[in-house]
């Protein structure tokens, strides 16, 4: 047991520990993925810390009869690994909004409402040096509530490619 504190404390450590990293104070570009639609989203970045941001992401979906938006908000914590490649975790959560409208045999089906939801993220990125533009693969699972018909089983992994500029 005594092994077992001593390991988890010194893993903790080196994990916290404070590395030379480039965390841009603004970034603003798109997180491309695929999560029921919201395909796209305007993403924005703002430093807090040498290795803290939080991202606030807009997502839009106007396709197969369906309306929505997504507005989502993460603080993360960012630890370096190589150069400019950085990793990176957070937590946060959001609110969006949906209708569709269905014509299905000459009836017309029409519903609309709203949804809150808490996220996580875990991910991957890369600070180019020759130029002010950054590459990130990351994961979101998403777990929804008041989203009724919108999601039938109230969770999504939403994984994406995001672009952004920093400046």
């Known amino acids: 047991m005594k092994k077992l504190f001593l390991s988890t404390f010194m893993l903790l450590g080196l994990a916290l520990s404070s590395q030379a990293q480039d965390i841009s104070k603004n970034a603003l570009g798109l997180r491309l993925g695929d999560n029921d639609g919201f395909g796209g ?13 939080l ?11 369906v309306d929505a938006f997504k507005l989502t908000g ?10 400019g490649f950085n990793w990176y975790a957070g937590v ?3 609110l969006g909004s949906w209708s569709y409208d269905y014509n299905v045999n000459g009836n017309k ?11 996580g993220d875990i991910g991957i990125e890369y600070n180019f040096k020759e130029a002010p533009i950054q590459l990130s693969l ?4 998403e777990l929804y ?15 994406a490619l995001g672009i952004r500029y920093r400046w």
């Open 55 to 65: 991202e606030v992401d807009l997502g839009f979906r106007t396709s197969n009869n």
């Open 41 to 53: 989203e305007i993403s924005y970045q703002r430093g807090l810390s040498s290795n803290n941001r």
């Open 145 to 159: 509530f008041n989203s009724d018909d919108y999601r039938e089983d109230n969770f999504g992994p939403d994984l």
């Open 92 to 94: 946060g959560g959001g």
């Open 138 to 141: 990351d994961i979101r699972p």
């Open 109 to 119: 089906i029409k519903d609309s409402g709203a949804f809150v939801f808490v996220a």
């Open 74 to 83: 993460i603080y993360q914590w960012v630890w370096n690994i190589d150069g």
